[in-house]
């Protein structure tokens, strides 16, 4: 059986939204919003990746056919 065991978590001077894990001594992020933000943005960039190499498919097959034209 899996126990866990919470640590303290210690406010990082000068920022308010990051806690220390007392435990770990890991810097955590507490603001969701900024979070959320984050993997919107990344879903975006995934997005645009996904098209543009859609995109250089669909170019290499136009240039297949062409130069099969050409033969």
């Known amino acids: 059986m899996k126990t866990t065991r919470?640590?303290?978590k210690i406010p990082v001077e000068n920022h308010?939204?990051?806690m220390r894990d007392s435990k770990?001594?890991?810097?955590?992020n507490n603001?969701?919003?900024a979070y959320t933000r984050y993997m919107n943005e990344k879903k975006v960039r995934l997005s645009h990746k996904e098209e543009l190499?859609?995109?250089?498919s669909e170019l290499?097959?136009?240039k297949s056919l062409i130069l099969?034209?050409?033969?």
């Open 60 to 62: 290499d097959l136009l």
């Open 6 to 8: 919470s640590s303290k």
């Open 16 to 18: 308010p939204s990051l």
């Open 68 to 71: 099969q034209g050409n033969k």
């Open 53 to 56: 190499n859609s995109l250089r």
């Open 24 to 28: 770990t001594t890991a810097i955590v």
């Open 31 to 33: 603001d969701n919003a």
